[in-house]
């Protein structure tokens, strides 16, 4: 039975290493979207395998490495009183933040500087201009229908042959005239594609108040425009087919702009006026030479690690090797599937997690020795050198954990996100070393080492 179980968990990690082999492999971007339309790349990669399209997404790489763009804005505060602008500019800071995240760019810096300045740093972000729509707009959303001349016809501006238009507006319960705003939103707005054209939109869902408004304003314009304005900018003037209530789609408009919008929709209006004082483009820190010499150095210490553990401890070693061959699959597939930003300081944090698990390793092997020399036979002494080294790899693993979790509540009470990102890729990796070597070593001895012909002490690093 208890052979059976080593053969099964030995297949399971078999499995995982293949599948997180899939998942760290390297591919080429590509699109992955109807015809017709295609997204910025971000990372994604889209692989083709007998005309299917896999969808997939790369390593995600920090400001220090990939580069991106800075830019630093400026509160207008005038309008508040002085005890209100320190909650003012925390909660412009707090509403970038949101939009920043929604957007997919992971690890952004964002730091107020002064009494009425925040600093935006987003690492993978090439154009400038893209990241101002994202973080600098207001995003306020209003419904429109057109005005009608004394013949019943839609009023043309004589300056720009457009339709006039005039802002809708509903009765609430209490018989108040309010307009139909965006303020009605509910926070899950979301980017669709239509099914008939691919073309992207924007779903939306109104509160209670903003569906009584919705409901009327649809009523009277049934096929009729209705406009859906953003920032006094006409994006979308569709036809009402029916009586619309609570649910609603924006549509006309190109990936980026309904992407931008959904996010700026659900994140909420800026509390106070912004305008950006500084942009630049931000080169990666390393630049691409220095990033390969970086990996190259990486694998020439792990190669230094791996001939050590097979010089000093033969058959325990080579095992020793492939469990943390598999530690590091692992945990890659791990930060890449999070996504976990990889910066220098998550780099630094990867390579320290490497060494604790080829020191747990030495910890249950040096006791191994301990008991084999004590008489104990050596399927014994396997099981006793994990039981008596655990203590010593749980206590010391846990003494980490508990640093990364006060690393990790400093980072994100000061805003120092690069201290953020390293707790959290130390706390990952430590958590999947104490797997790697309680139960893929400990497999991987059962299996092997437990056959005769394994069983000669040189082959221990005994002799």
């Not at 490495?65 to 003012?88: K, M, S």
């Amino acid at each position: 039975m208890t052979r059976n179980r080593n053969s099964w968990t030995f297949l399971v990690i078999m499995g995982l290493m293949l599948v997180s082999l899939w998942v760290v492999w390297p591919q080429k971007p590509g699109n992955y979207l109807p015809e017709g339309v295609a997204l910025p790349e971000r990372g994604w990669i889209d692989i083709e395998i007998g005309g299917l399209h896999l969808v997939r997404k790369g390593m995600t790489l920090g400001l220090d490495l990939q580069g991106g763009v800075d830019v630093v804005l400026e509160a207008d505060l005038a309008a508040r009183p002085v005890g209100d602008r320190a909650g003012a500019i925390e909660g412009v800071r707090g509403i970038l933040e949101k939009r920043v995240n929604a957007f997919g760019v992971a690890e952004p810096i964002i730091q107020v500087q002064g009494e009425n300045r925040i600093s935006v740093q987003l690492p993978g972000v090439q154009n400038v201009e893209e990241a101002k729509q994202l973080i600098g707009k207001t995003a306020v959303l209003d419904f429109r229908e057109t005005e009608l001349n004394e013949q019943g016809q839609p009023a043309i501006d004589l300056t720009t042959g457009a339709p006039k238009w005039k802002k809708a507006t509903g009765r609430t319960k209490d018989g108040v005239t309010k307009e139909l705003t965006g303020a009605y939103f509910k926070p899950n707005a979301v980017l669709t594609f239509n099914s008939q054209n691919s073309r992207p939109e924007v779903a939306f869902e109104l509160t209670d108040e903003g569906a009584e408004l919705f409901q009327q304003v649809t009523t009277r314009l049934v096929q009729k425009p209705l406009g859906i304005f953003l920032d006094d900018h006409l994006i979308s003037a569709p036809t009402v087919q029916s009586v619309l209530s609570n649910r609603g789609v924006i549509t006309g408009m190109e990936l980026v702009g309904a992407q931008t919008l959904a996010i700026q929709l659900n994140a909420g209006a800026l509390p106070v006026p912004v305008k950006i004082i500084k942009e630049r483009n931000v080169d990666a820190t390393l630049g691409g030479d220095s990033v390969k010499k970086s990996i190259v150095a990486g694998a020439i210490g792990m190669m230094v690690v791996l001939i050590f553990m097979v010089a000093y401890y033969r058959l325990p070693g080579v095992l020793a090797c492939v469990a943390l061959i598999g530690y590091a699959l692992f945990t890659l597939a791990v930060f890449k599937l999070v996504p976990i930003t990889m910066t220098l300081a998550g780099i630094a944090a990867f390579i320290l997690s490497i060494g604790m698990a080829v020191d747990a390793n030495i910890l249950i092997f040096e006791r191994m020795k301990e008991e084999i020399r004590a008489g104990r036979t050596l399927s014994s002494a396997i099981e006793a050198g994990f039981d008596r080294a655990w203590p010593s790899i749980r206590d010391s693993n846990v003494s980490t954990l508990i640093t990364c979790a006060i690393l990790y509540w400093f980072g994100n009470a000061f805003g120092a996100s690069l201290v953020m990102g390293f707790a959290l890729t130390l706390a990952l990796g430590v958590a999947i070393s104490m797997f790697s070597a309680i139960t893929v070593t400990r497999t991987y001895l059962r299996i092997f080492v437990g056959r005769r012909s394994a069983q000669q002490r040189w082959l221990l690093g005994m002799q």
